[in-house]
């Protein structure tokens, strides 16, 4: 196979697969000056995290990750959804586009699957995606800061109630 047509193969295998996973992932939280105030999205939801693989390799540190799929409810109020967990109501604007990304202190801290917890990471969750369009989706992360809040990752779907 010619230099081109390798560079073609591995270009279109880059772009499926961002049009699959990248499309997921939100970088920053939305800012409140690109939060939808159309109310395009707002009312209930459903959460409905896929299960995911039971451990997840990240560098050298391995996630035990729970392994089970899960649903919950969560609420967009004027641009502004909210979900309340672990005995905290957390808050997150959604961009005009459907785009959010909510990050969800735990007051926990990560262990290393090798022993103590030696750097005292907190561990972060996240959810993030997009409620726009036919098939709304995204991520839900369980991560430790140390690790860019990279962690137990599972597929998320929404579904307005």
């Not at 049009?19 to 707002?42: F, H, I, M, Q, W």
């Not at 391995?62 to 502004?80: I, L, P, Q, Y």
């Not at 030696?118 to 996240?126: H, R």
């Amino acid at each position: 196979m010619s230099i081109i047509k390798q560079l073609a193969t591995i270009s279109l295998i880059t772009i499926l697969a961002c049009s699959t996973g990248c499309a997921s992932r939100v970088n920053r939280p939305v800012s409140d000056e690109n939060r939808d105030k159309e109310s395009l999205y707002d009312g209930r939801w459903q959460v409905h995290l896929f299960k995911e693989p039971r451990t997840q390799a990240i560098g050298r540190d391995n996630f035990r990750c729970s392994g089970k799929e899960v649903k919950f409810t969560m609420a967009v109020h004027d641009g502004v959804l909210k979900l309340a967990r672990y005995g905290t109501v957390h808050q997150a604007n959604v961009a005009h586009d459907g785009s959010f990304r909510l990050e969800m202190p735990t007051k926990s801290t990560y262990k290393r699957s090798r022993g103590a917890n030696n750097n005292k990471s907190e561990v972060t969750i996240i959810l993030q995606g997009s409620l726009a369009g036919d098939e709304p989706s995204g991520l839900h992360t369980i991560g430790a800061a140390y690790l860019n809040n990279q962690g137990c990752e599972a597929k998320t779907k929404y579904s307005r109630l």
